[in-house]
């Protein structure tokens, strides 16, 4: 009977490529294609200087940078060990005083709440499991977190049923992994 795809070892072979895949060739050159409108896109956003704000999927610091030079308190986190070093050294050129750990967005080595804001451009997206996307911005977006803190439960779940069901609807691997065809996801939450 074959390994179900969700096993342990499964999952880690599986990550253990996606590493391999981001790590191959250079992300940070094809990012300098993509500038203009990942700029458009975090001067939309407007985040304000001064907030504790997460880069999740971060790559070579293509808005880890410009947040930094907003005066924005940032960390960056990305899979691939050769674009933290990339953001790492861009930052130090330019003396950009920036945060930025390899690691796992499924699994994110901060306390819960640790940010203001979680922002992740065609980043987030490619983690394979969205149910524990939808549960770190929940942890780790304050303001997102205080919203949810303040629904009740049936309202808790429903939401986490519809972002579920949103990323699940567009999902056509059939295999326990995540394919989604997409442009650009962009959410933007008012009170
Ligand atoms: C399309 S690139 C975007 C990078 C950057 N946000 C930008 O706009 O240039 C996707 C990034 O997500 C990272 N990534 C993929 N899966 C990840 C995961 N599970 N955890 C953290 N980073 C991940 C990749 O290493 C890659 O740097």
């Known amino acids: ?64 940078l410009p947040a930094a030079r907003k005066g924005i308190e940032v960390t960056g986190l990305d899979l691939a060990a050769n674009l933290v070093q990339q953001a790492r050294t861009k930052a130090a050129e330019q003396g950009l005083p920036i945060h930025v750990d390899e690691g796992d967005a499924e699994d994110l080595p901060y306390p819960d709440a640790s ?11 490619f983690a394979p499991r969205p149910e524990l996307v939808v549960d770190f911005f929940i942890e780790y977006y304050g303001p997102t977190n205080r919203a949810h803190g303040s629904l009740d439960d049936a309202r808790k779940g429903a939401l986490h049923d519809d972002l579920t069901a949103l990323w699940t609807r567009n999902n056509s691997a059939t295999d326990g992994t995540t ?11 008012t009170r």
């Open 1 to 64: 009977m074959p390994t179900p795809m969700t096993t342990t070892s499964a999952m880690n072979a599986l990550k253990t490529r996606l590493k391999a895949t981001w790590e191959s060739g250079d992300y940070g050159v094809f990012a300098t294609y993509l500038e203009k409108g990942a700029l458009e896109f975090f001067d939309r956003v407007n985040i304000p200087s001064g907030v504790r704000l997460l880069d999740i999927g971060c790559g070579a610091g293509q808005l880890t």
């Open 115 to 125: 940010f203001d804001v979680v922002m992740s451009l065609i980043g987030s997206m």
């Open 179 to 189: 394919r989604v065809l997409a442009e650009y996801i962009e959410v933007v939450g």
